[in-house]
């Protein structure tokens, strides 16, 4: 679930998410309509934000009225349409769908221009003194399309290795 890492390093999002997993022992993981079983009192408790458990709830809300599509769904599905449906979640943007397409769908084409640790590698890569804008970026990462996905992993090593050195 990339809500539950907005925003935080991997290990508390995980924890968060092992919390939730445990409210739903029944299944590896919730169903839109599980959701309604459990309160907001109970997200708190595994460590979800009140806005990050109105994005949750939205997801829900907007997967069984069909605009979130399901898994096999969505698997058929190009990435920009991916993309234009999951924003339209309360609190979803388009790192959230990018991170989705990567992680959850092994899409190979994807470049996460906007992700810091992307722009950061970008940076350290190609020796430069500043961080290169999101439009820069993509325009440069045209180069390694269809491949983009492999290059936004090189970019995130690249970031983790200078700051591994320090």
Same mark, same amino acid.
């Given at each position: 679930m990339a809500v539950a890492h907005q925003?935080?390093?991997? $290990?508390?999002?995980?924890? &968060?998410?092992?919390?939730?997993?445990k409210l739903f022992p029944e299944r590896k993981f919730p169903r839109a309509e599980d959701l309604n079983r459990v309160t907001d009192?109970?997200?708190?408790?595994?460590?979800?934000? +009140?806005?990050?458990?109105?994005? &949750?709830?939205? &997801?829900?809300a907007k997967t069984l009225d069909g605009v979130v599509p399901a898994s096999r769904q969505m698997a058929k599905l190009p990435d920009d349409e991916i993309i234009g449906r999951l924003t339209e979640v309360?609190?979803?943007?388009?790192? $959230?769908?990018?991170?989705?397409? &990567? +992680?959850?769908?092994?899409?190979?084409? *994807?470049? !996460?221009?906007?992700?810091?640790? *992307?722009?950061?590698?970008?940076r350290h890569a190609y020796k430069r003194r500043a961080l290169p804008s999101v439009k820069g970026?993509?325009?440069?990462?045209?180069?390694?399309? !269809?491949?983009? $996905?492999?290059?936004?992993?090189?970019l995130w090593c690249a970031a983790d290795a200078v700051r591994k050195k320090k």
């Open positions: 925003q935080l390093n991997g $290990t508390a999002a995980n924890n &968060i998410l092992a919390r939730f997993r009192k109970q997200l708190r408790a595994c460590g979800f934000s +009140f806005a990050k458990i109105a994005s &949750i709830r939205d &997801i829900a309360r609190g979803v943007g388009r790192w $959230t769908a990018e991170m989705l397409l &990567i +992680f959850q769908l092994g899409r190979s084409d *994807v470049l !996460p221009a906007a992700d810091f640790g *992307v722009r950061n590698g970008f970026l993509l325009a440069f990462g045209e180069r390694w399309r !269809p491949h983009r $996905t492999t290059a936004a992993w090189y």
